[in-house]
């Protein structure tokens, strides 16, 4: 099975894959998408106004293959909840 | 031979004893319920969901793990058992599984057929006691599972999950030092978690990182415990390591 690596940067934290095996290129792609949404349910909660989840996926050739990206926003409005 | 069974069924009288004292004849008798002692490879299927057991398996030497498998064919694994666990002890009341019961590792296990836990439950109070309080232990790790998983992050449940890994092998005598073995695979790992084997192995760097874990060649060894521990938030209460009278 292909190896894929999966770079990932929360804010300023950044971490370099050392690999995964996985059936095909599908596969990584559900397996990136599944990681980036899990992550936002354990790194969101604690953001106070802003967030930010990046990936890059690379093949076993080192090739980036694919790039997700969650932004995410909190705006109070009217300063109700202040 | 009964030697050979007595050796064998020594890490099960460990985790019995680490908790209530065992008489003699009680050894005994549980010596004489066991059955021969099985050799299976990695990745059998002990037993399955909807069959009806006749048998408990103790788990000799190895890892297996409880699963559920969902219709989409994705697995939860529910529980690992190392040697010295009964991984379907709940079987001689239930009968009929509601899940399956897979070797991760190469194993040994020998069968403890019903006939005989039946006569230990009709011979033996205290014994029983024991056995059930086996049971009860099985349920309260679920329990810690269950709040691990809906209340942390995946770093801290994972630090959870070597801390209680660590905790039980050295209760059994299994740990070396600060090591233990633990040779599951990353998809294992992330299916026990209920996370993604990405993020898994993105949480394992991260306690690699601050220093807390080694892990090599299915050993891990805790290199920092009290930082660990308290990243994991980890109070051993409910593995209830107290030798008391059941």
């Given amino acids: 099975m292909p190896s894929f690596f999966f ?7 950044q971490y370099r894959d050392d690999g995964t095996e996985l059936s095909d290129a599908d596969a990584a792609r559900d397996e990136a998408v599944r990681t980036t949404a899990e992550m936002a349910r354990d790194y969101l909660p604690t953001a106070k106004s802003q967030a930010n989840i990046v990936m890059w996926v690379r093949d076993a050739e080192g090739k ?6 969650l932004d995410f926003a909190v705006k109070t409005i009217g300063g109700q909840l202040e | 031979m009964t030697s050979d069974k007595r050796d064998a069924l020594d890490r099960l009288f460990r985790r019995m004893e680490v908790r209530d004292t065992l008489a003699e004849a009680e050894r005994d008798a549980l010596i004489g319920a066991a059955g021969e002692i ?4 990695a990745r059998t299927r002990i037993s399955s969901k909807g069959e009806e057991l006749s048998h408990s398996t103790l788990l000799v030497t190895g890892i297996t793990a409880r699963t559920v498998y969902m219709e ?8 690992f058992h190392i040697a010295g666990d009964f991984v379907d002890l709940h079987a ?25 836990l039946r006569h230990i439950t009709e011979q033996f109070p205290h014994l029983t006691r024991v056995l059930w ?5 099985d349920s309260a790790i679920h329990r810690q599972w269950l709040s691990v998983m809906g209340q942390m992050q995946v770093v801290e449940h994972l630090a959870h999950l070597l801390c209680e890994q660590f905790t039980r092998a050295k209760a059994v005598g299994l740990a070396d030092g600060d090591a233990f073995r633990f040779p599951v695979t990353q998809e294992d790992l992330a299916d026990s978690m209920g996370r993604s084997i990405v993020h898994v192995n993105r949480s394992l760097q991260s ?7 080694q892990w090599q060649g299915g050993e891990v060894k805790i290199l920092d415990w009290p930082a660990l521990q308290e990243l994991a938030e980890f109070d051993p209460t409910y593995l209830h390591l107290e030798k008391l009278p059941r």
């Fill in chain 1, 64 to 69: 980036a293959v694919l790039h997700l990206a």
């Fill in chain 2, 92 to 116: 001689f009341p239930l009968k009929i599984m509601d899940h399956n019961v897979e070797a991760i590792t190469a194993c040994k296990v020998i069968h403890f057929p019903h006939d005989g």
């Fill in chain 2, 207 to 213: 306690l690699r990182r601050q220093g807390l874990i």
């Fill in chain 2, 133 to 137: 309080l086996l049971t009860l232990l």
């Fill in chain 1, 7 to 13: 770079d990932t940067q929360v804010g300023t934290d």
């Fill in chain 2, 38 to 41: 099985r050799d299976l490879p």
């Fill in chain 2, 72 to 79: 989409a064919g994705d697995r939860q694994i529910t529980s």
